[in-house]
């Protein structure tokens, strides 16, 4: 069974995602992507739905052959670069990378020849809020002049957004009157799982109103929550950046009497940067989840397990990511601007728990609390995640040249692909727990079961 991926919108008259056959022999190599070159997604045939990490997407788990769109140039561009009006906008949280996906794709428009290129300031709300007006490009004492890479050269040797970010607010009619009423031929849309879900509900308005607008995604989020992507772009950052508050939790815990290190990482609904950051320090004796359950009292509990360290080992580190335990606190059921919910905190809430539990016990033991919080996503990007973002930037913009739109431009099974944006926006991606990562996390720490 074959099953294509490619429920995009193709804008390019006469031409098909799998229609366009091109015979040029392989002597006469010209550098452009082919538009029937597709990426084969899945590689591992899992023989039984019981193998670890076994993803069946029918019921006998037979393997069925999922192709997606091979991202890159075209040689046939469905705009005419002078008279294109390109946008770029970035939303939701903080994530490295976004001043490098931004400085790719103004590189690689101007290279295509386009001149007029806009930034929307402060995400979605920058298309509607009055007094945000878009941002050129390039500023020179004070007057707006031609876009040039001059301006957002240096913009990667910084963290943060050039173009500033925010949540909420996603009005998609008044956008697209927005959009509309500023001539955009094509929107460059920075964001996670919620600003997909936007870019999807901004190009099926313009498909309605019959505007020819290329609504191209890049995924963003420190969180990797993105499903069918090998990462997204920040995560790696983030990662790494996180394993430093554990080295220091560990130096900490390390050099107290009977010390106990305990670190709170972000991840509004997955435990990707909480694994993999324990996974690479090495130092981690219990990692925690929101994707496994876990009891913090009792026999099998988490503080009996920390009583055993403090007993066996003289100190112990703690990773728990911030969506993990939930079940065990109050929720106010408060929601951000964007309807995300706000997470009670877990860190507080252990670290009281450790200290009641332990003098409750009358065991000497010396908490040290590390929430790193923003300093994992205010960074620059690193070298991995540079590259990324270079990789994704340009294929953005390669894909808007095709004539696609509702895309993303990602990474899959280690090849750069076009995927459309309703696929990646069915649900957040969480950690397998069945799956080998999270077992080679539990070998590493050496935690048993809680519960
Ligand atoms: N279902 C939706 N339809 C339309 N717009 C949405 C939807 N969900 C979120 N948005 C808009 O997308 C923008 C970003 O969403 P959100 O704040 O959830 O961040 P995100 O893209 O998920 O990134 P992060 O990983 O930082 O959370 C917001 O302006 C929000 O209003
Ligand atoms: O920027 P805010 O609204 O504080 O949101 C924090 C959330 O954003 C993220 O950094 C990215 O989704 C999460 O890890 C975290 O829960
Ligand atoms: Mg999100």
Redesign the pocket.
Known sequence: MRHFLSNAIYYHSGRTPTGDEDSTPMDMWNGYVNNDDRALMKVIKYSSPTSAGAECIDPDCSWVEQWVHRAGPRKDIYYEPNEVKAAIVT?????PGLNDVIRQVVFTLETYGVKNIVGIPF???GFFEKGLKEMPLRFHFGNTIQLSRNLVENINLAGGSFLG??????K?SEIVDSIQARRIDMLFVL????????????HDECRKRKLKVSVVAVP????N?IPLMDK?FGFDTAVEEAQRAINSAYIEARSAYHGIGLVKLMG?SSGFIAMHASLSSGQVDVCLIPEVSFALDGEYGVLQHLEQLIKNKGFCVVCVAEAAGQELLQNSGAT?????TILSDIGVHMQQKIKTHFKGIGVHADIKYIDPTYMV?ACRANASDAILCTVLGQNAVHGAFAGFSGITSCICNTHYVYLPVTQV?TAPKRVNHKGRMWHRCLTSTGQPDFR
């Open positions: 939303c939701g949280g903080l994530c995400g979605f709300r970010v925010s949540r909420g607010g996603a998609t964001g996670g799982n919620g600003t997909h879900a936007g870019a999807n509900a901004i963003k989020t420190i969180d929550d997204t509004r951000d601007a964007s309807g995300n996503r926006i």
